[in-house]
């Protein structure tokens, strides 16, 4: 277990969560594997983006599974041309290895936002990782957005 998924465990178990993660036995697991072994649609497993932010910052945007960013909307809203932060990068800026990027216990050098493509799925429950590369948690829209504490709700996705 890396030092993210202990973090990101922690906090959790602060916040009364622990008995919403799920393991996996598996590692390095894709949106995809995940919501087969769950038996839901990838759309409801949430995906970490990390790009180049400004000012030397990293920006995470978490959106549904099957949600793709679209340039022009990422370069209206937040103000510059979306360009993926290399992975060398990621844990330095973010405080998780690529690949496991979730919402909760980022560094102060990363901003995020939720991307609206996860409100489609405000009745039922989604599925961010929560640090490692085989354990998720299960949240409503409202507990994900409550616990990772965004900066606001953007729309950069197709």
Same mark, same amino acid.
């Given at each position: %277990?890396?030092?993210?998924?202990?973090?990101?465990?922690?906090? +959790?178990?602060?916040?009364?969560?622990? /008995?919403?993660?799920? /393991?996996?036995?598996?590692?390095?697991?894709?949106?995809?594997? #995940?919501?087969?072994? +769950?038996?839901?649609?990838?759309?409801?497993?949430?995906?970490?983006?990390?790009?180049?932010?400004?000012?030397?910052?990293?920006?995470?945007? =978490?959106?549904?599974?099957?949600?793709?960013?679209?340039?022009?909307?990422?370069?209206?809203?937040? *103000?510059?041309?979306?360009? %993926?932060? $290399? $992975?060398?990068? #990621?844990?330095?800026?973010? *405080?998780? =290895?690529?690949?496991?990027?979730? $919402?909760?216990?980022?560094?102060?050098?990363?901003? +995020?936002?939720? /991307?609206?493509?996860? %409100?489609?799925?405000? *009745?039922?429950?989604?599925? $961010?990782?929560?640090?490692?590369?085989?354990?998720?948690?299960?949240?409503?829209?409202?507990?994900?957005?409550? +616990?990772?504490?965004?900066?606001?709700? =953007?729309?950069?996705?197709?």
């Amino acid at each position: %277990m890396n030092e993210a998924e202990k973090r990101g465990r922690e906090y +959790l178990r602060s916040k009364g969560f622990e /008995d919403r993660i799920i /393991d996996f036995k598996n590692t390095d697991i894709t949106a995809e594997s #995940t919501a087969l072994a +769950l038996g839901v649609d990838v759309d409801r497993i949430c995906k970490g983006l990390v790009f180049k932010g400004k000012g030397g910052k990293a920006v995470v945007v =978490i959106a549904s599974g099957k949600s793709r960013v679209n340039n022009g909307k990422f370069r209206n809203v937040l *103000g510059f041309r979306p360009t %993926m932060l $290399p $992975p060398e990068q #990621t844990e330095e800026l973010v *405080g998780h =290895i690529a690949g496991t990027i979730n $919402p909760f216990c980022l560094k102060d050098s990363a901003r +995020l936002y939720l /991307d609206l493509s996860i %409100m489609k799925h405000k *009745g039922e429950t989604v599925f $961010p990782g929560i640090g490692g590369e085989d354990s998720v948690v299960e949240l409503t829209v409202d507990e994900l957005e409550k +616990l990772s504490d965004p900066v606001c709700w =953007i729309d950069v996705t197709v």
